[in-house]
């Protein structure tokens, strides 16, 4: 994974709920996560698939990604090809989610000086509020599975 993102920005406010990102009509039907990532975030934009393109930012409120443990959430907006998830604020187990399947959620206060359409550039280690290293080495490995099955183990031996 790039440490530099750029992409178009779209819009969402605040509590956006797992059942939001993706409805629970579609997370128990399949395990095909391509299959998901077409109807994210459909109950608020029935249109958002088709308005997206790969490396596009998701930027919302405060408290996203509330309500459900399942990972579902967060891999229906990474292989609908957004870049990373600004928000103001996260709920802990989507946060942590998110950073296990390799999907970049930055907290930024400023969300609201954000216009739907901006084109933002964005550098992990230089724009954001910084994540621990050990996160930014699990995003860079694609996910906490991929880094397992890179180094045999949960902390590398640096």
Do not use: W
Request: hydrophobic residues 40%; glycine residues 10%; proline residues 3%.
């Amino acid at each position: 994974m790039a440490t530099g993102m750029k992409g178009k920005v779209h819009i969402f406010g605040d509590d956006v709920n797992t059942d939001y990102i993706i409805s629970g009509r579609y997370k128990f039907k399949t395990l095909d996560n391509r299959e998901l990532a077409k109807h994210v975030m459909e109950d608020l934009d029935p249109d958002f698939y088709s308005k997206i393109s790969g490396g596009d930012f998701l930027v919302a409120g405060r408290n996203f990604g509330c309500g459900s443990s399942r990972e579902q959430a967060p891999l229906a907006i990474k292989y609908a090809g957004i870049s990373a998830v600004i928000a103001k604020s996260f709920a802990r187990i989507f946060y942590r989610n998110a950073i296990n399947v390799g999907l970049p959620v930055l907290e930024c206060m400023r969300v609201e000086e954000i216009r739907e359409g901006d084109v933002l550039d964005v550098n992990l280690k230089l724009d954001v509020k910084p994540l621990p290293d050990v996160m930014l080495e699990i995003l860079e490995e694609g996910g906490l599975a991929d880094y397992f099955r890179k180094h045999k183990g949960f902390l590398s031996q640096k």
